[in-house]
């Protein structure tokens, strides 16, 4: 079983962290994954930079920009990550967009993920139709769950096309803006995490975009399995470094 699908089976709510990989320096990205799981994580999504990141707010773009200026590529981040596993345990997506993958080819692309170790892939601009009808084979015979976006817009057609062509999570976007431009959560965003949750799907759903704090994590995992926590905590990286991982981890779980 997918360390994914354990994960999920676990009687808690969980906490995924994404950061961007080579961010703020080149050579923490190991060291942010190790801090992560030694205070408690329960998932972490590993950010591929991209030059175009049109899905992700500023304070991401911005780590991109700076993480390729560090010198991030597909390529530093697979020698990087060659041994976490004898380090970490806990479940280990990659997110970012196609475009390099595809450069970097899919098939090797998924078979380096498999020897390193990684669970997921998040690729917001591959589609549902493409992967399944092109690349849901190879994703398959590397172990790697495909985790695909919904938003308040996914019409309830599409997101049961979703739940069947999924097995791992879906990443419930809160609201259809990019990450990191919203704090805190209305009464449109909590009757959508209610109505999702009442679909009773096959698949957990872990929620996106504005969760910052104890209070919003709260929340967001009311109806939901989990929570992703991206901007805010690079945002953390950024004013307090890679040291602070422990603290920030602790105010959102209390």
Same mark, same amino acid.
């Given at each position: 079983?997918?360390?994914?699908?354990?994960?999920?089976?676990? !009687?808690?709510? *969980?906490?995924?962290?994404?950061?961007?990989?080579?961010?703020?320096?080149?050579?923490?990205?190991?060291?942010?994954?190790?801090?992560?799981?030694?205070?408690?994580?329960?998932?972490?999504?590993?950010? *591929?930079?991209?030059?175009?990141?049109?899905?992700?707010?500023?304070?991401?773009?911005?780590?991109?920009?700076? %993480?390729?200026?560090?010198?991030?590529?597909?390529?530093?981040?697979?020698?990087?990550?060659?041994?976490?596993?004898?380090?970490?345990?806990?479940?280990?997506?990659?997110?970012?967009?196609?475009?390099?993958? *595809?450069?970097?080819?899919?098939?090797?692309?998924?078979?380096?993920?498999?020897?390193?170790?990684?669970?997921?892939?998040?690729?917001?601009? *591959?589609?549902?139709?493409?992967?399944?009808?092109?690349?849901?084979?190879?994703?398959?015979?590397?172990?790697?769950?495909?985790?695909?976006?919904?938003?308040?817009?996914?019409?309830?057609? =599409?997101?049961?096309?979703?739940?069947? %062509?999924?097995?791992?999570?879906?990443?419930?976007?809160?609201?259809?803006?990019?990450?990191?431009?919203?704090?805190?959560?209305?009464? %449109?965003?909590?009757?959508?995490?209610? =109505?999702?949750?009442?679909?009773?799907?096959?698949?957990?759903?872990?929620?996106?975009?504005?969760?910052?704090?104890?209070?919003?994590?709260?929340?967001?995992?009311?109806?939901?399995?989990? %929570?992703?926590?991206?901007?805010?905590?690079?945002?953390?990286?950024?004013?307090?470094?890679?040291?602070?991982?422990?603290?920030?981890?602790?105010?959102?779980? !209390?």
């Amino acid at each position: 079983m997918n360390r994914i699908n354990k994960k999920s089976q676990e !009687n808690k709510k *969980l906490l995924s962290i994404y950061f961007t990989a080579g961010y703020p320096n080149l050579d923490d990205t190991v060291k942010i994954i190790e801090d992560l799981e030694a205070s408690g994580v329960d998932m972490i999504e590993i950010g *591929l930079p991209f030059s175009d990141p049109l899905a992700d707010g500023p304070t991401i773009q911005e780590s991109s920009t700076a %993480a390729l200026h560090n010198g991030m590529r597909t390529e530093v981040l697979f020698e990087q990550l060659k041994d976490i596993r004898k380090s970490v345990t806990i479940p280990l997506i990659i997110m970012g967009y196609f475009n390099p993958m *595809l450069q970097y080819g899919v098939a090797a692309f998924c078979k380096k993920c498999k020897e390193i170790g990684i669970d997921g892939i998040i690729m917001p601009d *591959l589609p549902l139709a493409v992967y399944e009808n092109e690349y849901r084979g190879v994703f398959e015979q590397n172990g790697l769950e495909n985790i695909f976006l919904i938003t308040p817009q996914t019409s309830e057609k =599409r997101i049961r096309e979703i739940d069947a %062509a999924s097995n791992g999570f879906i990443y419930m976007v809160s609201s259809a803006s990019v990450t990191g431009s919203k704090s805190g959560f209305g009464d %449109a965003q909590e009757s959508y995490f209610e =109505r999702i949750h009442n679909l009773q799907l096959a698949n957990e759903q872990i929620v996106g975009f504005g969760i910052n704090d104890h209070e919003t994590f709260a929340a967001a995992t009311k109806y939901a399995k989990g %929570a992703i926590i991206g901007s805010a905590f690079i945002k953390n990286l950024t004013e307090n470094g890679v040291k602070s991982i422990p603290k920030f981890i602790e105010t959102i779980r !209390n």
